[in-house]
């Protein structure tokens, strides 16, 4: 590939999450050291409290929500940067009236996601 | 780091380029395999011909413009993603009316920059 429009690519839903889909926008066959991909949580969408092996480094780009990263809770909104370690406790949830939507690119390495507290 | 807003972040010009700023969102300290970074190009500005040691993994967040990667000339606009292979020649133009803005991810390994045509 080299040039690709976002809304031609499928979207899935994202297992453990509520209203939250996922498309994977350079896939890890494609590029060969991280994967780009873009999350879209609907209104009142969140994903629950789970660690991940991989550190993300995020871009939001629509919307609002509240973050956990650790301990800490974060108000983000389009234009604001986040980064998660690999192995902290982190949660998502949509705040605002409009879709949440966020670029999320990880390392090629595996991802072996565990859910802390399946409530979101 | 874990949360910080764009606008915050500090904008350096571009070298080879014509009135284009990058911001290192995170930069390959921060983050441990790769940095993600954001263009800034007014109307008019562009970067010329040239090739990277790394993949571009690219997400454009405003405005349009024509790139070229290898032979092939793409005319980009919000919402569309871009895979440039490391080594590959490639150049940007806006081509529109307001800044042409896009997030640009590259792995932590030196990047080397030639430049092929001092030319937008």
């Known amino acids: 590939m080299t040039v690709k429009h976002a809304v031609d690519v499928e979207a899935n839903d994202v297992l453990n999450a509520k209203d939250t889909k996922i498309q994977v926008l350079i896939s890890s066959r494609e590029g060969p050291n991280f994967a780009l991909r873009k999350f879209s949580m ?4 969140g994903m629950p409290r789970h660690t991940n092996t991989v550190e993300h480094e ?3 780009l629509r919307g609002e929500a509240s973050i956990t990263i650790g301990e800490e809770i ?3 909104k389009a234009g604001d940067v986040v980064f998660i370690p690999e192995g902290v406790v982190h949660s998502y ?3 605002g009236e409009e879709p949440f939507e966020f670029l999320c690119i990880i390392p090629n390495k595996d991802d072996k996601v565990t859910v802390v507290d399946a409530s979101c």
Do not use: C, K, P
């Not at 609907?42 to 969408?45: A, L, S, V």
């Open 42 to 45: 609907q209104r009142d969408g």
């Open 74 to 76: 974060h108000h983000v």
């Open 58 to 60: 995020q871009y939001v």
């Open 93 to 95: 949830q949509n705040t």
